[in-house]
């Protein structure tokens, strides 16, 4: 049974970082494309970074870019979201996401990924 798990969000003033870990258990990550998402209250889930392959290009969302930085760990077999200077706007749920067969114009639809994670809970705020 595949499962993965997020964790490291928290509460940090505008401004702060954040490191969010992905761990899985049940599939290996190195073949999947992973990606992280956000939903804040009321709003859609929304396309936040995503990487194919290791190696490969990383995708990012207009809003974040230049701030976060997603990253993987084979040997931990995790995925990692590095998020700097952050906004109030930023506060969110925070979603880990995989797939293994998404074509690259499908990368930013959370309808495509068929394995998720719970959330972690971002906040930023004075």
């Known amino acids: 049974q595949v499962q993965l798990v997020e964790s490291g969000g928290g509460m940090v003033p505008p401004g702060g970082s954040l490191r969010l870990s992905c761990k899985a258990s049940?599939?290996?990550?190195?073949?999947?494309?992973v990606a992280w998402f956000r939903q804040a209250p009321g709003k859609e889930r929304e396309f936040v970074a995503a990487n194919r392959r290791s190696g490969q290009n990383t995708y990012y969302a207009e809003p974040v870019k230049g701030r976060f930085t997603l990253s993987r760990d084979s040997t931990e077999n995790a995925v990692y979201l590095q998020m700097n200077s952050l906004k109030p706007e930023d506060t969110a749920i925070y979603y880990c996401a995989a797939d293994r067969h998404l074509i690259l114009s499908s990368l930013r639809m959370p309808g495509q990924y068929d394995h998720w994670g719970r959330g972690t809970q971002v906040t930023v705020s004075s």
């Open positions: 049940g599939l290996t990550f190195n073949p999947y494309t």
